[in-house]
T-cell receptor
Framework: GAGVSQSPSNKVTEKGKDVELRCDPI?????LYWYRQSLGQGLEFLIY????????KSGLPSDRFSAERTGGSVSTLTIQRTQQEDSAVYLC?????????????FGDGTRLSIL | DQQVKQNSPSLSVQEGRISILNCDYT??????FLWYKKYPAEGPTFLIS?????DKNEDGRFTVFLNKSAKHLSLHIVPSQPGDSAVYFC???????????FGQGTRLTINP
């Protein structure tokens, strides 16, 4: 079956521009997560959604970052007024539900480069 | 602070031998530990997990060992195969927070 799909796969933009990254989770998965991986680093948690509950935004690095999940399915991560330190691979994951015994399945990520 | 640490950035093992990847953690609120494998330009792929109440979990060539008193876990791959060459991430699930905390990864190279 289809896995987690992310678009675009690559995005190059100028400093100060806004960007939107999209994630289509696995059908039927109620939990959706965003992470980012900076060069040479592990994955850093950003935000997660579980069903219709309020999202956990505790990992968002600044108020320039926001995310939404429409209809309990597709999610978009928006970065406003991008900075060079925002350059990273942004990864989306989904799981059947939250819980440590529910492995998160990842998409291939969006590589974001800020010039 | 780094709550999950993989102190070896790289490891090289001969094909057919055992690969042992290590991970240390500091937070007692982790209830599950997971290992992911990542190829270049792809997302991480789930390999195996272990509950914090267990000390061993085995799945085919992959075995994860957990030593709670030492706050240490390891992934054993035996026998190692060329397709195992990838970056391996250790991750810990935070009870209540529902997020995964990742180590920095270990690049495993299997030599023929």
């Amino acid at each position: 079956g289809a896995g987690v799909s992310q678009s675009p796969s690559n995005k190059v933009t100028e400093k100060g521009k806004d960007v939107e990254l999209r994630c289509d989770p696995i059908s039927g998965h109620t939990a959706l997560y965003w992470y980012r991986q900076s060069l040479g680093q592990g994955l850093e948690f950003l935000i997660y959604f579980q069903g219709n509950s309020a999202p956990d935004k505790s990992g968002l690095p600044s108020d320039r970052f926001s995310a939404e999940r429409t209809g309990g399915s597709v999610s978009t991560l928006t970065i406003q007024r991008t900075q060079q330190e925002d350059s990273a691979v942004y990864l989306c994951a989904s799981s059947v539900r939250t819980g440590g015994n529910q492995p998160q399945h990842f998409g291939d990520g969006t590589r974001l480069s800020i010039l | 602070d780094q709550q999950v640490k993989q102190n070896s950035p790289s490891l090289s093992v001969q094909e057919g031998r055992i690969s042992i990847l290590n991970c240390d953690y500091t937070n007692s609120m982790f209830d599950y530990f997971l290992w992911y494998k990542k190829y270049p330009a792809e997302g991480p792929t789930f390999l195996i997990s272990i509950s914090s109440i267990k000390d061993k979990n085995e799945d085919g060539r992959f075995t994860v060992f957990l030593n709670k008193s030492a706050k240490h876990l390891s992934l054993h791959i035996v026998p190692s195969q060329p397709g195992d060459s990838a970056v391996y991430f250790c991750a810990a699930h935070h009870l209540g927070a529902q997020k995964l905390v990742f180590g920095q990864g270990t690049r495993l190279t299997i030599n023929p």
